[in-house]
């Protein structure tokens, strides 16, 4: 059973710093590729970062992240993260930790094979 937890969400003010975290139990050998999603009220859920499951695994950004969040693994520990800094209003949303087997059209939500429950981000 695949079981990703996200925390680190909370209330920051523009300009501030959070990290998510994302902690993946269970088999999960085929998701090869961790992504952080974010939604808000009426929208579809978007893609921000995503990364492969590999030694100096590719990174992906959506364009309006780069430069400001970063995304990392701990293989080890089985951990995602996505630092964000100089966050903005309009980086909030919930974020969702997900996992999919490629990296390939890693924004595309319909792709994710597990999802996390997600993590409340306010921006203010």
């Known amino acids: 059973h695949v079981q990703l937890v996200e925390s680190g969400g909370g209330s920051v003010q523009a300009g501030g710093s959070l990290r998510l975290s994302c902690a993946a139990s269970?088999?999960?050998?085929?998701?090869?590729?961790m992504g952080w999603f974010r939604q808000t009220p009426g929208k579809e859920r978007e893609g921000v970062a995503a990364?492969?499951?590999?030694?100096?695994?590719?990174?992906y950004y959506a364009d309006s992240v780069k430069g400001r969040f970063t995304i990392s693994q701990d293989n080890s520990k089985k951990m995602t993260y996505l630092q964000m800094n100089s966050l903005k209003p309009e980086d909030t949303a919930v974020y969702y930790c997900?996992?999919?087997?490629?990296?390939?059209?890693?924004?595309?939500?319909?792709?994710?094979?597990?999802w996390g429950q997600g993590t409340q981000v306010t921006v203010s």
């Open positions: 990364i492969y499951n590999a030694v100096g695994g590719n990174t």
């Open positions: 997900a996992a999919r087997s490629s990296c390939m059209l890693w924004d595309r939500a319909s792709g994710a094979k597990y």
């Open positions: 269970g088999v999960i050998y085929s998701s090869r590729c």
